[in-house]
């Protein structure tokens, strides 16, 4: 069976890499591997195919950024071609990035089966356009592989016949346990950095809600400022979140913090692992602060990942909570949490046992 695997963006990659792994290993698959470029940073692409074991891709269609809609249409543009030469027997795609919505699209079109690792998730705040594009990639599927107990209820109530839903695990998680220890053993960041465990926190932030009005963004540093007065703050920079600190004038708010580029994978595990606690919006840091078992407060009014705050480390802030949570976490050492169900380092040995006895439609 020939499945022809996408990534898109850097989030993809992590997912990705140890479904390729046991895809190669499969004397019953024939993997493709194709990179839309939907995020694409040359220093940090190649990094991180090298640090995760992720073979270079077979096919690269060079998208770039820009507008959702745009990128979408660019997607399907480029893609459609290449599923016409490839005839793939199904495409697999993780996650939920503009790519992966895209490719689920144009596959659907030409009636190609779409299997979607990281299926079920839900916000229900249809402001993200990350919930758009996991709603829609997972109707148009024909195989979802779940990561926690509550995708399985989400498709179920949209709909979803129960034989195409597989309850798998965090494929996510596979690559980190894979990583951590070398992470540690390799990994110079703390001491160029001038870092004692413990005694900082990490901070990442993206997502429109949060930096692109001034108002919410200049709260959000207000409150980390202070933060900042007790515990070091190591804030990787996004380059659109890096944008609006300039357009807004935002320079002297962030002047107590550490700021960095994005960091290579191995760098960032080993900054998160070691922290006091991460503050983030990002989707992917909640699943793997629960798995180092680092206290996590995510700057968002909701999550798609409950799984992190019923059993693992995350917490939920708004702007107006991040100083009095992060005060707690200084003083009592946070929220204990433990790792779910499945998430155990086997999640891509699994899917890909169930593919390969598989009949796709």
Partial sequence: MKILNIVGARPNFM??????????????????????????????NDVFFDQLGIPHPDIELEVGSGGQAWQVSETIRKFDPVLEEESPDAILVVGDVNATVACALAASYRK???????????????????EINRVVTDRLSDLLFITEPSGRENLLKEGTPPEKIQFVGNVMVDTLLKHRENAAQTSRILDQLQLQPGGYAVM????????DAKGVFAGILKAVHQISKHLKIVFTVHPRTRSRIEEFGLEESVKSLILL???PYL?????????????TDSGGIQEETTVLGVPCLTIRENTERPVTLDEGTNTLVGASAIIRVAEHIIKTGGKQGRCPELWDGCTAERIVRFLEQWQPR
Avoid: C
């Avoid at 499969?26 to 990179?35: D, E, G, N």
């Avoid at 190609?112 to 690792?117: D, Q």
């Fill in 112 to 130: 190609i089966p779409v299997i979607h690792v990281e299926a079920g998730l839900r916000s229900f705040d249809w402001n993200m356009p990350e």
């Fill in 15 to 44: 997912k990705i890499a140890p479904i390729m792994e046991h895809m190669k290993a499969s004397p019953k698959i024939t993997p493709v591997l194709l990179h839309t470029g939907q995020h694409y940073d040359q220093n940090m």
């Fill in 261 to 263: 580029e994005p960091q």
């Fill in 267 to 279: 760098d960032m595990v080993r900054l998160m692992s070691q922290a006091k606690m991460v503050l």
């Fill in 204 to 211: 990442t932030l993206h997502r429109p809600s949060n930096v």
